[in-house]
């Protein structure tokens, strides 16, 4: 049994250790359950699409492209 009540922690932890911000907002829904479970598929899907890369050496960022990830963000 998850206890909803540990989500926010979950994400917060998951953050501290990626060192990356996320940012998970519930707007509609009355169903914890579906509520919950939107938020790990979208969440997952933002996971799948920071992981992917797009081209050589490059990751989609929200302000185009991060080029040269050896040797720092361009």
């Known amino acids: 049994e998850l206890d909803t009540d ?5 994400f917060a932890a998951f953050s501290r250790g990626l060192n990356a911000n996320v940012v998970i907002q519930l707007q509609r829904g009355t169903n914890d359950h579906h509520r919950i479970e939107a938020a790990f598929k979208a969440f997952a899907r933002a996971m799948e699409d920071a992981c ?8 989609p960022s929200t302000k185009e492209t991060i080029d040269g990830l050896s040797g720092g963000a361009s």
């Not at 540990?6 to 979950?10: D, N, S």
């Not at 992917?52 to 990751?59: D, V, Y």
């Open 6 to 10: 540990l989500l926010p922690e979950f």
């Open 52 to 59: 992917t890369k797009t081209g050589c050496n490059r990751l």
